[in-house]
T-cell receptor, first 110, second 112 residues
Framework: QKEVEQNSGPLSVPEGAIASLNCTYS??????FFWYRQYSGKSPELIMF????GDKEDGRFTAQLNKASQYVSLLIRDSQPSDSATYLC??????????FGGGTRLMVKP | DTAVSQTPKYLVTQMGNDKSIKCEQN?????MYWYKQDSKKFLKIMFS???????INETVPNRFSPKSPDKAHLNLHINSLELGDSAVYFC???????????FGPGTRLTVL
């Protein structure tokens, strides 16, 4: 069983819409949760992280965490074509070790 | 002014060769990592170094050895390269007592 699971997509949304990316994890002891964006051929770039249940907003991005359901999501409001990328969910559950999901490819169509 | 840098960017080599990839960070971070991203884009941690001590060593073959001459550098040496070693290798670093990690640009290794 994979420790961090994401739908590989592609998730296609029109420009200006809300993109919703989801991630589930298996280790209940996980402490912190991260969303990275990776453009094709580039390195992962940290978008935001969340530690506590609930929502955390940063500009057009909102991370949502539900530890009881072992679920973390990323909402992107007013999606832009430049948001088209692969979004990686990562979970920190042992020291500084991050376990990554397989990523969801997002396509924002003009 | 690159924060985490890696060299080389591309590496093409024959099976059985030994090669090294270098990583440097100028962020003052005290923990550095090596990740492997395979053709299916799964990003998997290989090693973590904190203050020159190996603190995480995933089940990677012992042909892979991290070497850290100082806090700002973590090099990856690979012996007897195999076809399955072909991947993109990312170096990353994180600040003291913080789990956020910042990635280098990656090294695409191709073993022929």
């Amino acid at each position: 069983q994979k420790e961090v699971e994401q739908n590989s997509g592609p998730l296609s949304v029109p420009e200006g819409a809300i993109a919703s990316l989801n991630c589930t994890y298996s280790d209940r002891g996980s402490q912190s949760f991260f969303w990275y964006r990776q453009y094709s051929g580039k390195s992962p770039e940290l978008i935001m992280f969340i530690y506590s249940n609930g929502d955390k907003e940063d500009g057009r991005f909102t991370a949502q965490l539900n530890k009881a359901s072992q679920y973390v999501s990323l909402l992107i409001r007013d999606s832009q074509p430049s948001d088209s990328a692969t979004y990686l969910c990562a979970v920190n559950h042992r020291g500084n070790m991050l376990t990554f999901g397989g990523g969801t490819r997002l396509m924002v169509k003009p | 002014d690159t924060a985490v840098s890696q060299t080389p960017k591309y590496l093409v080599t024959q099976m059985g060769n030994d090669k090294s990839i270098k990583c440097e960070q100028n962020l003052g971070h005290d923990t550095m990592y090596w990740y492997k991203q395979d053709s299916k884009k799964f990003l998997k941690i290989m090693f973590s170094y904190n203050n020159k001590e190996l603190i995480i060593n995933e089940t990677v073959p012992n042909r892979f050895s991290p070497k850290s001459p100082d806090k700002a550098h973590l090099n990856l040496h690979i012996n007897s390269l195999e076809l399955g070693d072909s991947a993109v290798y990312f170096c990353a670093s994180s600040p003291p007592r913080e789990p956020e990690q910042f990635f280098g640009p990656g090294t695409r290794l191709t073993v022929l």
